[in-house]
Every structure is written in structure tokens, then in C-alpha cells.
């Protein structure tokens, strides 16, 4: 696709349910990253993948966070027992290489309910 | 650990007025500095970057100056137009030896140009 695309781009789940976010980054970008936003405040890093590896996972507030890239191309950021406290904006960005420019999708917005 | 601080908004303007938003940051390496924009109903999109001291990083009339002595990187509009209304986010990316490209950023300030 032309930009990295992010779905769904709401979510409304039940407290202690599991979900799943997907991200579709740009084509060729071996290099991909998760952030959270909370309302009024700017993305905070959750984790870094470079081709299918983790390659710096260490902004994943507890292990209910996990994410996989199993191919190196299409994430998952799975959240499991959600807690309202998870509701935010979930980012994910890509760039072709670490270092290099990082193009954002629309975000996931999720609410706990 | 690595940080950036912005000036809070809202910040609301009348069409073709001078535009600042503050910008400091904390790290211990070298960093890279940006500012990302983020309009209304899109995603984070970069406006510009400086990648060392005294760098001007310039795009769409913006500009910022990578201040090393004083930790900043300031942005700046010599005239701003309605289509500007947005939230800026400043953030930076430590260039150390990991370079992973992650980015730690500032609040957010919104911006609001009145006509």
C-alpha cells in the first residue's frame, strides 16, 4: 500500500478481554515500531522490530503487552486481561532502515470498557 | 533517561502572526532532533530534522536550529496560515551505538490559527 495502514481503527473491548492490533507497514520497510499515546500526551515507545525480530522491546509496560512480525512485513501488538488503563491511541510506524525517516499510520484507537 | 519537554498549549494565533513553540530536550549522547505534525484526522507526518549542532533543519516555512549550549530546538513560522492548525510534537532520537530510530517525544502542543 502507499502509507502503513493500522487495523481496525477503533476498538471498544471489555475489561479483562484479549485483543489484537494489527499494522501493515509501507512495502520493503524491514523496520517497524509500536508506540501508545495517551489523550493530551505524546506517543511513548513500546517496541522495535527490525525484519521479524524484537529487536528492543523494553517500552512494553508489563508482559500482558506482547507483538509478533513472523514474516517481517505485517505486526501484531497483542494486549491480553486488557484493563481500562490500556485505553489509547496504539502508533505503528516503519522506516526502510533503523535510523531512517519513520512514516506513522492512523493509529488504532482502543477503549476499555 | 533521554527526555523532551514542550511549551503547553494551546497556543491560538491570528492568521500570518510569528510562530514560536519551545522545544528542550535531555539526553546523553548526540541526538537527533524533530519536529513531527499531526493534523487533524491524520497520522504523525515529519515536518523537519536536524542531526547536529547548528543544523537548520526547513520545511513548509518552518524552521528549527539545533542548539546544543541550550538544549533546544525551537520552531518557528515567519507567518502562519489557517492550514497550519495542527498539534506539534517535538522528539528526539539518541544516535548511539544502537541507532534503533526509536523516538521519545515531547507532550504535543496544539496549534490554532485563526483567520
Known amino acids: 500500500g502507499a502509507g502503513v495502514s493500522q487495523t481496525p481503527s477503533n476498538k471498544v473491548t471489555e475489561k479483562g478481554k484479549y485483543v489484537e492490533l494489527r499494522c501493515d507497514p509501507i512495502?520493503?520497510?524491514?523496520?517497524l515500531y509500536w508506540y501508545r499515546q495517551s489523550l493530551g500526551q505524546g506517543p511513548e515507545f513500546l517496541i522495535y522490530?527490525?525484519?521479524?525480530?524484537?529487536?528492543?522491546d523494553s517500552g512494553l509496560p508489563n508482559d500482558r503487552f506482547f507483538a509478533v512480525r513472523p514474516e517481517g512485513s505485517v505486526s501484531t501488538l497483542k494486549i491480553q486481561r486488557t484493563e481500562r488503563g490500556d485505553s489509547a491511541m496504539y502508533l505503528c510506524?516503519?522506516?526502510?532502515?533503523?535510523?531512517?525517516?519513520?512514516?506513522f499510520g492512523q493509529g488504532t484507537r482502543l477503549t476499555v470498557v | 533517561g533521554d527526555s523532551v519537554t514542550q511549551m503547553e498549549g494551546p497556543v491560538t494565533l491570528s492568521e500570518e502572526a510569528f510562530l514560536t513553540i519551545n522545544c528542550t530536550y535531555t539526553a546523553t549522547g548526540y541526538p537527533s532532533l524533530f519536529w513531527y505534525v499531526q493534523y487533524p484526522g491524520e497520522g504523525l507526518q515529519l515536518l523537519l530534522k536536524a542531526t547536529k549542532a547548528d543544523d537548520k533543519g526547513s520545511n513548509k516555512g518552518f524552521e528549527a536550529t539545533y542548539r546544543k549550549e541550550t538544549t533546544s530546538f525551537h520552531l518557528e513560522k515567519g507567518s502562519v496560515q489557517v492550514s497550519d492548525s495542527a498539534v506539534y510534537f517535538c522528539?528526539?532520537?539518541?544516535?548511539?551505538?544502537?541507532?534503533?530510530?526509536?523516538?521519545?517525544f515531547g507532550q504535543g502542543t496544539t496549534l490554532q490559527v485563526k483567520p
Open positions: 522528539a528526539l532520537s539518541d544516535e548511539g551505538s544502537s541507532n534503533t530510530g526509536k523516538l521519545i
Open positions: 510506524a516503519s522506516s526502510i532502515d533503523r535510523g531512517t525517516e519513520a512514516f
Open positions: 512495502s520493503g520497510h524491514t523496520a
Open positions: 522490530f527490525q525484519g521479524t525480530g524484537a529487536a528492543d
